[in-house]
């Protein structure tokens, strides 16, 4: 493959800025806040995977607008997942239904249910 030349490298640069700049408001905002509930556990596990696989693809091509903004995009997107880990790690302590969160949760419910109508 021939090298890019310097316009093709430029536009590289300037999208990879432009992607990994609109992240950082939102890693920024969650980073502060904690507050991971808005967060798919399963997406940002595989968007995180994914950005560290581009990562890996950019440093074996030599891409420098890849390394660059999945370099910083990992960074932050692997400490929200840090994060949201925690945070599910947390409420799962929290549940009194941990261990069978979806039918031990719905029993208790209609136990209590029955129990007022009675």
């Known amino acids: 493959m021939s090298q890019p030349s310097s316009a093709i490298e430029i536009l590289g640069y300037v999208a990879a800025s432009l992607t990994t700049s609109s992240f950082i408001p939102q890693a920024m905002r969650t980073l502060s806040s904690s507050d991971t509930r808005g967060i798919s556990l399963s997406m940002y596990t595989l968007f995180t995977s994914g950005i ?3 990562l890996i693809y950019g440093a074996l091509t030599g891409n420098g607008p890849l390394i660059i903004a999945n ?4 960074v932050l997107s692997g400490l ?3 994060r949201k880990l925690e945070n599910h790690r947390g409420d799962n302590r929290d549940s009194p239904n941990s261990g069978d969160r979806k039918t031990g949760g719905k029993r208790k ?3 209590l249910r029955a129990k007022s109508n009675a």
């Open 80 to 82: 929200i997942l840090q």
């Open 52 to 54: 560290a696989l581009w």
């Open 71 to 74: 370099a910083i995009t990992v």
């Open 109 to 111: 419910r209609i136990k």
